[in-house]
C-alpha cells in the first residue's frame, strides 16, 4: 500500500521542521520546538486459578505524557499569561488559580515542505505544569534565550478533515 495516497509519487514522510501550534482561534507566536505526542496504555495480567502457569494481558489505563513547547524569550507573554491562570503570586487569597479557564485545547498543525497543511493533531484540556521564564544565563554563551512551557493534557486525536494535500511540481 502506498504511504501517500494523493500524492503516490511521494517517497519521504514528512519533516520535522515546519509547524505551528494554535489555541484560543490564535497562532501562537514563536514556537520553535513542540515535545511529541506520546501516549500510554498499562499492561494488566491476570489469570484464573485453573489457567496454565502463564498469564492473560489486557489493557488498562491510558495516560497522555506532557507536551512541551519552547520559544526564544520576546516580549509576547502567551505563555506567562497561561501560566499564571494556575498559580499567580501575589494574587488574593482564593484568586491564586482561574479554576474558569486553566484549560486549553491546542492544535498542531504540520507542514509538507512547500509550506502546505499535511496533518493537525487536536489536544485536549491542556494546563500548565511548568513554566520556565528565563533559561540559565551564561555571559560567555552564545545562544538564544529559550521559554518552557511544559503541558499536562486529557489526550489528543488526529483532525480528520485535515486531508493530504495535493502537491505540485513547477515547470
Known amino acids: ?4 495516497s494523493v500524492n503516490a509519487k511521494r517517497f519521504d514522510p514528512y519533516k520535522n521542521f515546519k509547524f505551528r501550534v494554535k489555541w484560543d482561534g490564535k497562532y501562537v507566536a514563536g514556537v520553535s520546538k513542540i515535545g511529541g505526542l506520546k501516549r500510554t496504555t498499562e499492561v494488566v495480567t491476570h489469570r484464573e486459578g485453573g489457567d496454565p502457569s502463564t498469564g492473560r494481558k489486557s489493557p488498562g489505563r491510558t495516560t497522555y505524557e506532557a507536551i ?7 516580549h509576547d507573554e502567551e505563555f ?3 501560566a499564571k491562570k494556575i498559580w ?3 494574587a488574593g487569597l482564593g484568586s491564586e488559580t482561574s479554576l474558569k479557564d486553566f484549560r486549553k485545547d491546542l492544535l498542531i498543525e504540520l507542514y509538507n515542505e512547500a509550506g502546505q497543511l499535511a496533518i493537525a493533531y487536536k489536544v485536549f484540556r491542556c494546563w500548565v505544569s511548568e513554566f520556565q521564564a528565563l533559561p540559565d544565563l551564561d555571559a560567555n ?3 538564544v534565550a529559550i ?5 499536562e493534557n486529557e489526550g489528543w486525536d488526529r483532525d480528520s478533515e485535515v486531508k493530504e494535500p495535493s502537491e505540485t511540481s513547477f515547470t
Open 1 to 4: 500500500m502506498a504511504q501517500f
Open 68 to 74: 512541551t513547547l519552547e520559544r526564544g524569550v520576546t
Open 80 to 82: 506567562e499569561n497561561w
Open 88 to 90: 499567580h503570586q501575589g
Open 141 to 143: 554563551a552564545n545562544a
Open 147 to 151: 521559554q518552557h512551557l511544559k503541558l
